[in-house]
Protein backbone atom coordinates (compact mmCIF):
# COMPACT_ATOMS: atom_id res chain seq x y z
CA UNK A 1 0.00 0.00 0.00
CA UNK A 2 1.34 3.18 -1.21
CA UNK A 3 2.20 5.65 1.77
CA UNK A 4 0.42 9.00 1.73
CA UNK A 5 2.97 11.81 1.57
CA UNK A 6 0.49 14.69 1.61
CA UNK A 7 1.58 17.77 3.50
CA UNK A 8 -1.14 19.40 5.63
CA UNK A 9 -0.73 23.26 4.91
CA UNK A 10 0.30 24.92 8.07
CA UNK A 11 -2.44 26.76 9.28
CA UNK A 12 -1.59 30.75 9.58
CA UNK A 13 -0.75 32.22 12.86
CA UNK A 14 -3.17 34.91 12.42
CA UNK A 15 -6.06 33.35 11.34
CA UNK A 16 -9.09 34.42 13.51
CA UNK A 17 -7.00 37.41 14.50
CA UNK A 18 -7.37 40.98 13.94
CA UNK A 19 -4.02 42.15 12.54
CA UNK A 20 -2.33 45.17 11.90
CA UNK A 21 -1.82 48.61 13.76
CA UNK A 22 -3.55 48.39 17.16
CA UNK A 23 -5.79 51.11 18.27
CA UNK A 24 -4.88 53.97 20.35
CA UNK A 25 -6.74 54.18 23.63
CA UNK A 26 -9.31 57.11 24.15
CA UNK A 27 -8.94 59.53 26.87
CA UNK A 28 -12.00 58.32 28.19
CA UNK A 29 -10.72 54.75 28.25
CA UNK A 30 -7.29 55.86 30.16
CA UNK A 31 -9.24 57.29 32.78
CA UNK A 32 -11.42 54.13 33.06
CA UNK A 33 -8.16 51.79 33.03
CA UNK A 34 -6.41 54.33 35.79
CA UNK A 35 -9.49 54.62 38.56
CA UNK A 36 -9.46 51.18 38.23
CA UNK A 37 -6.05 50.21 39.13
CA UNK A 38 -6.23 52.61 42.10
CA UNK A 39 -9.39 51.16 43.37
CA UNK A 40 -8.10 47.94 42.89
CA UNK A 41 -4.66 49.23 44.79
CA UNK A 42 -2.83 47.52 41.91
CA UNK A 43 0.58 49.61 42.14
CA UNK A 44 2.54 47.82 40.22
CA UNK A 45 0.00 48.07 37.16
CA UNK A 46 -0.95 51.35 37.51
CA UNK A 47 3.27 52.59 37.54
CA UNK A 48 3.45 50.29 33.93
CA UNK A 49 0.52 51.98 33.00
CA UNK A 50 1.10 55.24 33.53
CA UNK A 51 4.40 55.61 32.23
CA UNK A 52 3.64 53.47 29.59
CA UNK A 53 1.21 56.04 28.37
CA UNK A 54 3.91 58.63 29.36
CA UNK A 55 7.25 57.65 27.88
CA UNK A 56 5.42 56.40 24.76
CA UNK A 57 8.45 53.50 24.85
CA UNK A 58 8.05 50.25 22.89
CA UNK A 59 7.37 47.26 25.00
CA UNK A 60 10.39 45.85 25.18
CA UNK A 61 12.46 49.42 26.71
CA UNK A 62 9.30 49.93 28.84
CA UNK A 63 9.67 46.55 30.72
CA UNK A 64 12.96 46.65 31.06
CA UNK A 65 13.51 49.75 32.32
CA UNK A 66 15.98 50.11 35.81
CA UNK A 67 14.96 52.20 38.74
CA UNK A 68 18.02 54.55 38.43
CA UNK A 69 17.35 55.02 34.11
CA UNK A 70 14.18 57.51 35.11
CA UNK A 71 15.59 58.37 39.44
CA UNK A 72 17.16 61.34 40.31
CA UNK A 73 18.64 60.09 43.61
CA UNK A 74 15.54 59.44 45.57
CA UNK A 75 13.13 61.22 43.24
CA UNK A 76 11.46 60.05 40.04
CA UNK A 77 12.64 62.59 36.91
CA UNK A 78 10.58 65.06 35.61
CA UNK A 79 12.45 64.11 32.18
CA UNK A 80 14.32 60.85 31.21
CA UNK A 81 16.44 60.16 27.79
CA UNK A 82 17.15 56.30 27.26
CA UNK A 83 18.93 54.37 24.00
CA UNK A 84 16.11 52.50 22.06
CA UNK A 85 16.74 48.97 21.79
CA UNK A 86 15.46 48.66 18.23
CA UNK A 87 17.39 51.52 16.62
CA UNK A 88 20.14 52.36 19.06
CA UNK A 89 19.17 55.94 19.02
CA UNK A 90 18.47 57.59 22.27
CA UNK A 91 15.00 59.17 22.84
CA UNK A 92 13.55 61.78 25.30
CA UNK A 93 10.55 61.47 27.24
CA UNK A 94 8.65 63.06 29.87
CA UNK A 95 6.90 61.12 33.15
CA UNK A 96 4.62 63.46 34.23
CA UNK A 97 3.04 64.04 37.88
CA UNK A 98 0.47 61.31 38.25
CA UNK A 99 3.04 59.16 36.56
CA UNK A 100 5.66 59.80 39.14
CA UNK A 101 3.62 59.87 41.94
CA UNK A 102 3.09 56.20 40.98
CA UNK A 103 6.02 55.04 40.06
CA UNK A 104 7.55 56.34 43.31
CA UNK A 105 4.38 54.62 45.27
CA UNK A 106 5.19 51.35 43.78
CA UNK A 107 9.41 51.80 44.36
CA UNK A 108 8.58 52.30 47.99
CA UNK A 109 5.74 49.13 48.20
CA UNK A 110 8.67 46.64 45.81
CA UNK A 111 11.32 48.00 47.99
CA UNK A 112 13.73 48.49 45.01
CA UNK A 113 17.29 49.92 44.58
CA UNK A 114 18.78 51.79 41.77
CA UNK A 115 20.11 49.04 40.05
CA UNK A 116 16.75 47.14 40.29
CA UNK A 117 14.46 46.64 37.32
CA UNK A 118 11.68 48.23 37.76
CA UNK A 119 9.11 45.75 36.49
CA UNK A 120 10.80 42.94 38.18
CA UNK A 121 9.76 39.49 37.05
CA UNK A 122 8.38 36.91 39.51
CA UNK A 123 9.13 34.00 37.36
CA UNK A 124 12.65 32.71 38.32
CA UNK A 125 14.09 32.54 35.38
CA UNK A 126 13.78 36.04 34.10
CA UNK A 127 14.75 39.51 35.14
CA UNK A 128 12.05 41.55 34.60
CA UNK A 129 8.34 41.50 33.01
CA UNK A 130 8.76 40.28 29.47
CA UNK A 131 6.78 41.75 26.70
CA UNK A 132 4.50 38.72 26.53
CA UNK A 133 3.64 39.02 29.87
CA UNK A 134 3.79 43.01 29.44
CA UNK A 135 0.69 42.06 26.88
CA UNK A 136 -1.55 39.80 28.91
CA UNK A 137 -1.11 42.71 31.70
CA UNK A 138 -2.72 45.33 29.36
CA UNK A 139 -5.37 42.76 27.76
CA UNK A 140 -6.65 42.28 31.13
CA UNK A 141 -6.66 46.08 31.39
CA UNK A 142 -8.84 46.97 27.79
CA UNK A 143 -11.73 43.65 29.05
CA UNK A 144 -11.89 45.32 32.27
CA UNK A 145 -12.74 48.94 30.71
CA UNK A 146 -15.07 47.05 28.79
CA UNK A 147 -12.98 47.28 25.44
CA UNK A 148 -12.29 44.84 23.12
CA UNK A 149 -8.85 42.78 23.99
CA UNK A 150 -8.45 41.93 20.14
CA UNK A 151 -8.05 45.42 19.15
CA UNK A 152 -5.62 46.87 21.41
CA UNK A 153 -1.92 45.70 22.03
CA UNK A 154 1.27 47.54 23.76
CA UNK A 155 1.44 49.53 20.88
CA UNK A 156 -1.86 50.77 21.81
CA UNK A 157 0.10 52.44 24.75
CA UNK A 158 3.10 53.59 23.07
CA UNK A 159 0.33 55.28 20.57
CA UNK A 160 -1.67 56.58 22.76
CA UNK A 161 -0.11 60.00 24.11
CA UNK A 162 1.32 60.31 20.34
CA UNK A 163 -2.00 60.19 18.61
CA UNK A 164 -3.24 62.88 20.85
CA UNK A 165 -0.29 65.11 20.41
CA UNK A 166 -0.58 65.31 16.78
CA UNK A 167 -4.43 65.48 16.37
CA UNK A 168 -4.37 68.34 18.95
CA UNK A 169 -0.92 70.20 17.20
CA UNK A 170 -0.64 68.72 13.22
CA UNK A 171 3.27 68.93 14.38
CA UNK A 172 4.31 65.56 13.04
CA UNK A 173 8.18 67.04 13.52
CA UNK A 174 7.63 66.83 17.47
CA UNK A 175 6.06 63.33 17.68
CA UNK A 176 8.59 62.14 15.44
CA UNK A 177 11.14 63.39 18.09
CA UNK A 178 8.91 62.08 20.81
CA UNK A 179 8.45 58.73 19.37
CA UNK A 180 12.57 58.13 18.60
CA UNK A 181 11.49 57.84 14.93
CA UNK A 182 14.73 57.91 12.57
CA UNK A 183 12.20 59.29 9.31
CA UNK A 184 8.84 61.44 9.01
CA UNK A 185 7.45 58.68 6.64
CA UNK A 186 7.58 56.07 10.14
CA UNK A 187 5.55 58.66 12.26
CA UNK A 188 3.11 59.14 9.49
CA UNK A 189 2.44 55.20 9.16
CA UNK A 190 2.71 54.88 12.44
CA UNK A 191 -0.33 57.46 13.30
CA UNK A 192 -1.95 56.56 9.91
CA UNK A 193 -1.10 59.52 7.93
CA UNK A 194 -0.58 59.36 4.28
CA UNK A 195 2.85 61.64 3.40
CA UNK A 196 1.15 63.45 1.08
CA UNK A 197 -1.25 64.72 3.72
CA UNK A 198 1.56 65.84 5.50
CA UNK A 199 3.03 67.61 2.84
CA UNK A 200 -0.21 69.56 2.25
CA UNK A 201 -0.24 70.34 5.81
CA UNK A 202 3.04 71.32 6.18
CA UNK A 203 2.46 73.61 2.69
CA UNK A 204 -0.09 75.41 4.63
CA UNK A 205 1.64 76.38 7.61
CA UNK A 206 3.87 79.77 7.04
CA UNK A 207 6.82 80.10 8.98
Not at 30 to 39: N, P
Request: proline share 5%.
Amino acid sequence: MEANNTIKPREPWNKGKLVGQKAPLKPKDIWAIRVRLQMDERARELALFNLGIDSKLRACDLTALQVRDICHGDRIAARACLLQRKTQRPVQFEITPPAREAVEAWIRKARLQPGDYLFPSRIRKSTHIGTRQYARILHGWVRDAGLDPATYGTHSVRRTKATLIYRRTNNLRAVQLLLGHARIESTCRYLGIEVDDALEMAEQTEV
